[in-house]
């Protein structure tokens, strides 16, 4: 079992940055995959980029690629999503997930087995 918090979020001015942060409880986080999804209002819940367990392979949205960077450390259990150059289309609540097998579909909701309650960040214009 793992629980996921995330913390980090809050409102930033386009152009701007922040880093999103997911804690994680239990003994066998360094085997997931980790994912970060984002949720706008009226919109379904989409990929933003997802780390494997090692930390060495990192998948990323067409949106948010070389804007966004994922990064985790397995001794703190956490993971990051540092956030650049940030522009209004990027406010959502955005959610960590672990997957335990990764098979691949790295940017599949059902993928995941875990999630977390997500933390929301507004950009504004």
């Known amino acids: 079992q793992v629980q996921l918090v995330e913390s980090g979020g809050g409102l930033v001015q386009a152009g701007g940055s922040l880093t999103l942060s997911c804690a994680a409880s239990?003994?066998?986080?360094?085997?997931?995959?980790m994912g970060w999804f984002r949720q706008a209002p009226g919109k379904e819940r989409e990929f933003v980029a997802a780390?494997?367990?090692?930390?060495?392979?990192?998948y990323y949205s067409d949106s948010v690629k070389g804007r966004f960077t994922i990064s985790r450390d397995n001794d703190k259990k956490t993971v990051y999503l540092q956030m650049n150059s940030l522009k209004p289309e990027d406010t959502a609540v955005y959610y960590c997930?672990?997957?335990?097998?990764?098979?691949?579909?790295?940017?599949?909701?059902?993928?995941?087995?875990?999630w977390g309650q997500g933390t929301q960040v507004t950009v504004s214009s």
């Open positions: 997930a672990a997957d335990r097998e990764f098979l691949g579909n790295y940017y599949d909701t059902g993928a995941y087995d875990y």
């Open positions: 239990g003994r066998t986080f360094s085997t997931y995959s």
């Open positions: 780390i494997r367990w090692s930390g060495t392979s990192t």
